[in-house]
Nanobody, 120 residues
Framework: QVQLVESGGGLVQPGGSLRLSCAAS????????MGWYRHAPGKQRELVAD?????????NYADSVKGRFTISRDNAKNTVYLQMNSLKPEDTAVYYC????????????WGEGTLVIVSS
């Protein structure tokens, strides 16, 4: 089994920064991609950013966060980070860590989520 534990959420003023962390543990050898999704009240869950965990460093970002958020990984710590700068009230959401595992089929794993509130 794969466990994902997020940390780093909280309350921040508009224009501020936060860094989210997602530590993976358990049977992680087949994980090939990790990312962050968010779910805001009244909206659908959306992909914020993701990154390959094998030889490639391919990253993808939602248009709404390009230039403000940066996803990175530390393979030695089995941890993925989301650096969020220039935060806006519309970034308020529960942020979930996601990992894709390659088995006979692709298996998705989710963390429990961490709440980010951007408000003055």
């Amino acid at each position: 089994q794969v466990q994902l534990v997020e940390s780093g959420g909280g309350l921040v003023q508009p224009g501020g920064s936060l860094r989210l962390s997602c530590a993976a543990s358990g049977s992680i050898s087949r994980i090939y991609n990790m990312g962050w999704y968010r779910h805001a009240p009244g909206k659908q869950r959306e992909l914020v950013a993701d990154i390959g965990t094998e030889d490639n460093d391919n990253t993808n970002y939602a248009d709404s966060v390009k230039g403000r958020f940066t996803i990175s990984r530390d393979n030695a710590k089995n941890t993925v980070y989301l650096q969020m700068n220039s935060l806006k009230p519309e970034d308020t959401a529960v942020y979930y860590c996601n990992a894709l595992e390659k088995r006979l089929a692709i298996v998705e794993h989710w963390g429990e989520g961490t709440l980010v509130i951007v408000s003055s």
